[in-house]
């Protein structure tokens, strides 16, 4: 399994509270992503990271901000949660543009 | 945005039985990934493909990359219960970014 460990795992929280979701590579792979999965949505980019410091946006990427100060570790920040943001996210690496991605066990956050 | 067109949405085959899905999109993509997902885990990488017509296995998978580049394959023989989840293909697109948009996933359930 490609090592890559996301924390927390089950996280809820109030509306309006800000959350940090954390994901950790070990695998020194140069690209990032976090996803969220919804039923009858599938798997949605939020925001990527193809290097440190060097982020883009999503296609879902309101409501959420990131970083990447060092190469094992992308934040996700919810800036102020919202019930719409009740999700499970997923983060997932690849060692370069076009090759594989392999995925986290997920955060299954909810907002109440 | 761009999206993948997944089908079927879900199937009810009896042990034993071949499986084919498929995904489709009117763009261009460099690469074509597929994915299974069990409940409560993160998609796990079963076959990548590289290569416009590019045909690879995995035990009694077999995916394929559309000639066009625009549709990819995934079969499975002599089904097993324990194939029961939900598939994804991924892409990534040929206009240079750096993302994979996933298919809406088919439900694949094996009657014994």
Redesign the interface.
């Known amino acids: 399994d490609a090592g890559i460990t996301q924390s927390p795992r089950h996280k809820v929280t109030e509306t309006g509270t800000p959350v940090t979701l954390r994901c950790h590579q070990t695998e020194n792979h140069r690209?990032m992503?976090w996803?969220r999965q919804d039923p009858?949505?599938?798997?949605?980019?939020i925001h990527?990271s193809?290097g440190v410091k060097d982020t883009?946006k999503?296609?879902v990427s309101d409501g959420y901000s990131v970083s990447r100060s060092k190469t094992e570790d992308f934040l996700l920040t919810l800036e102020s949660a919202t019930s719409s943001q009740t999700s499970v996210y997923?983060c997932?690496i690849s060692r370069d543009?076009?090759?594989?991605?392999?995925?986290?066990?997920?955060t299954r956050l909810t907002v109440v | 945005g761009q999206q993948l067109n997944q089908s079927p949405q879900s199937m009810f085959i009896q042990e034993g039985e071949d499986v084919s899905m498929n995904c489709t999109s009117s763009s261009i993509f460099n690469t074509w990934l597929w994915y299974k997902q069990d409940p409560g885990e993160g998609p796990v990488l079963l076959i990548a493909l590289y290569k416009a017509g590019e045909l690879t296995s995995n035990g009694r998978l077999t995916a394929q990359f559309g000639i066009t580049r625009k549709d990819s394959f995934l079969n499975i023989s002599a089904s097993i219960p324990s194939d029961v989840g939900i598939y994804f293909c991924a892409g990534q697109l040929a206009s240079g970014t750096y993302k994979y948009i996933f298919g809406t996933g088919t439900r694949l359930k094996v009657l014994a």
Do not use: I
């Open positions: 690209y992503y996803y009858g949505h599938g798997l949605r980019l990527y193809y883009d999503g296609e997923f997932a543009r076009g090759t594989e991605a392999f995925f986290g066990q997920g």
